[in-house]
């Protein structure tokens, strides 16, 4: 009876066992129909809507109408105070020339500033090379902003050249208003996109949507 009743037992184990796969085997294959009808149809078998996407281009020339003067100062002092009074001191005298010029003192931006230690390596008496220490070097960096004028460019130019202090500057020609460039940039690729998927739509069965959300 014993035996009979072990074998009862392990029969339903492996009919709960295969009850079990069969579940998992009907699962898998359930999951696999998803995938299948993700791809283009619906389980009814009927095409799913179809869409065009494509990439739009715009180009547009705008000339430069205002002109970025970047300029720099450095200079190395061996306390660390001395180091950021000649930094002050050399930032007022390049306001003093650009306000000689018609400019505001407050024209004249600070964009990064900063101050590092400063080594040289040298070789001592066993020829062994060391590091030692020289002083404090500030850097600052600096931007002043006009009307793109060839003219006032000049004239800024040959002040700098005959000013007290010698930034490194370099110049740059951009455009104020950015944001409305941008804007006008995006129109013309809504424009360009819109054209490309008239021409791709004429011999696709695909629906042709015009919203900006789907181009």
Known sequence: IAKDAACTLLGRKNLSLMLFLGEFVKNTRQMRKKVVYSSGENQGGTTM???????????????PDLIRLNLTLEDTRE?????LEQSAKQVELLKDCFEKLGFERDDLKTMHFHIDTMYEGYQDENRVWQNRFTGYKFTHSMKIEFAADNERLGQVLYGLAHAEVSPEFHINY????TEAVKNQLLGKAVEDSKAKAVVLSTNST???PFSPARM
């Not at 179809?50 to 180009?59: E, F, L, N």
């Not at 306390?79 to 180091?83: A, M």
């Open 49 to 63: 809507e179809k869409y065009i996407r494509v990439t739009g281009k715009g180009q547009i020339a705008v000339k």
């Open 79 to 83: 306390k660390y105070e001395d180091t």
């Open 174 to 177: 951009t455009i104020k208003d």
């Open 206 to 208: 695909a629906a042709l």
